[in-house]
């Protein structure tokens, strides 16, 4: 069975600091998303990640994916208030099959 | 161009009764996927529907069934509710061998 384990499940940090979420999964899959959830709202896709090695950055987030280590970062720089909220990995059963096994989610709040 | 859409928003059903919930996928995509999202976990994986055909299955019991139409919109229905399937039922549409566009749920609560 495909495990998605995340790494902190909750995270509070001060604005203006760094810091790493992880996400370790237990199977082979070439195939790693990243979304992003406010509150009582639906899933945001933030990056999808294809390939060993594939890194991608949009403004204060960057994430990365290590097939062999089967490990995806998400790197927060600079935290600002606007970027607390849920994080989840998700991960693509069997590659081609679209259906995604989610992480557990990092709740992150950024204190002012 | 419309995302993904889903209807009612929410809704509130009593133990026992059945529910029906509606998702019209984004123009192009031809697969929809339903998750189930307990309150404070991720999304779970209840089936996915490609040329009218239940393609995939999570591990939900037979109370949970599917139907895709020939416009590749989706229902997902669930017979003998119980106080358990309360969650945001989120529906998920994808183009062949692309990603998938989450729809913004709805929120069912079952008293």
């Known amino acids: 069975e495909l495990k998605v384990e995340q790494n902190p499940l909750f995270l509070s940090m001060q604005e203006g600091k760094n810091y790493t979420i992880y996400c370790n999964y237990s199977t082979t899959s070439d195939r790693l998303y990243w979304y992003r959830q406010d509150p009582g709202k639906s899933l945001e896709s933030l990056f999808v990640l294809l390939s060993n090695g594939a890194v991608k950055q949009e403004g204060r987030l960057m994430a990365s994916l290590d097939t062999k280590a089967r490990l995806s970062t998400l790197h927060i720089t600079a935290a600002v208030h606007d970027l607390s909220a849920t994080y989840f990995c998700a991960v693509d059963w069997s590659s081609g099959t679209y259906k995604y096994i989610f992480g557990t989610g990092t709740r992150l709040k950024v204190l002012a | 161009d419309a995302g993904v859409t889903q209807s009612p928003t929410h809704l509130i059903k009593t133990r026992g009764q059945q529910v029906t919930l509606r998702c019209s996928p984004k123009s192009g995509h031809d697969t929809v996927s339903w998750y189930q999202q307990a309150l404070g976990q991720g999304p779970q994986f209840i089936f996915q529907?490609?040329?009218?055909?239940?393609?995939q299955r999570g591990n939900f019991p037979d109370r949970f069934s599917g139907h895709q139409f020939p416009n590749y919109s989706s229902e997902l229905n669930v017979n003998a509710l119980l106080l358990g399937d309360s969650a945001l039922y989120l529906c998920?549409?994808?183009?062949?061998?692309?990603?998938?566009?989450f729809g913004p749920g709805t929120r069912l609560t079952v008293l």
């Open positions: 998920a549409s994808s183009a062949p061998y692309n990603e998938q566009f």
């Open positions: 529907y490609y040329e009218e055909e239940e393609r």
